[in-house]
């Protein structure tokens, strides 16, 4: 079921367009990608959702209901973090979400702020003021501050960036055991391509304001066709790169290692003919297509510009 409606929405500004046109749907404990390089629309179509930017055409619908309509209530149930916001400076973690939390129809604030500083890790930087904080753990607290309500909806805006791995690695699996637990439905914007395969179910790549795929991470990778061949050669590299130069293969060069992108159905083909140049390797992987060979694909394609 869809929890969250988006129709035809469109955002202008003077001569320019930046959201053109755009429907989709957030169903329920669903944790949807929205992906696609800089400007592409994806800040303008979170801010619209939140209403901090009013459309010029289409709607917003949450729970059945129009944002436009019912504003308050339906911000009781969504949340966001951005690394891109910063909360007061002057004003300790503490204090910060002590504030924050007057914002929600909460009915015991101190133990729902313990809660969150539990969740989060944040006892020892409870007493700091915010423009101590380091990059990572401003990240951390602006997550932090996103769960204050427990929302029903999260829009998350690179809510990894910044963070050492070990602890966007935590947050990756809080925001899975949360969609699990509580059925959270989670818009989740990274340039981490990896990242977004790991969590997301569906993903929707938008660029000049318009949508130009949506679906799953493991479809989108899987209708690039070139897989990437890595071989340690242990001799003939030279007559192996004037093979691929020749041939029109795209490579890279590490030492002795070389990562060949190679149409999967042409690898045997591909082998063959370098043992019959006398290419001896001594080592062999092949590196299935990512979510991100599609991105770059499609870059390369002229898609995104």
């Known amino acids: 079921m869809a ?10 500004f003077k001569d320019f367009t930046a959201v053109d046109h755009i429907s989709f749907d957030l169903k329920e404990g669903e944790i949807l990608g929205l992906l696609g390089p800089n400007g592409a629309g994806k800040t303008t179509t979170i801010q619209m959702l939140l209403g901090v930017l009013t459309p010029t ?13 019912h504003r308050e209530e339906i911000l009781e149930q969504v949340n966001f973090s951005s690394t891109y916001t910063n909360l007061p400076w002057d004003l300790t973690v503490r204090e910060n979400l002590t504030f924050i939390s007057y914002l929600y129809n909460i009915s015991d604030r101190k133990k729902r702020v313990a809660r969150i500083v539990d969740i989060f890790n944040l006892n020892s930087l409870l007493n700091l003021e915010t423009q101590e904080l380091s990059a990572g753990q401003l990240t951390r607290l602006n997550l932090a501050k996103s769960f204050i309500n427990f929302p029903r909806i999260l829009l998350l805006d690179e809510p990894t960036a910044s963070l050492d791995p070990d602890v966007a690695s935590y947050i990756r699996e809080f925001l899975l055991n949360q969609r699990k637990e509580f059925q959270v439905s989670i818009i989740f914007t990274s340039h981490n391509m990896a990242e977004v395969e790991e969590v997301c179910d569906r993903v929707i790549f938008i660029n000049h304001g318009k949508i130009i795929a949506d679906d799953t991470p493991e479809s989108l990778a899987e209708s690039i066709e070139t897989s990437h061949l890595e071989l340690v050669v242990k001799d003939g590299l030279k007559r192996t790169i004037e093979y691929c130069q020749n041939n029109n293969y795209q490579y890279k060069l590490d030492n002795r290692a070389i990562v060949i992108d190679v149409k999967e159905k042409e690898i045997p083909e591909f082998l063959r003919s370098l043992m019959d140049k006398g290419v001896f390797y001594d080592q062999i992987s092949i590196e299935k297509p990512s979510l991100e060979d599609y991105f770059l694909e499609i870059t390369k394609k002229g898609r995104i510009k």
Request: glycine letters at 18%; a positive charge; aromatic letters at 8%.
């Open 57 to 69: 055409g289409g709607e917003i619908n949450y729970f059945g209901k129009s944002l436009g309509q």
């Open 3 to 12: 929890i969250l409606s988006i129709s035809n929405l469109t955002k202008k």
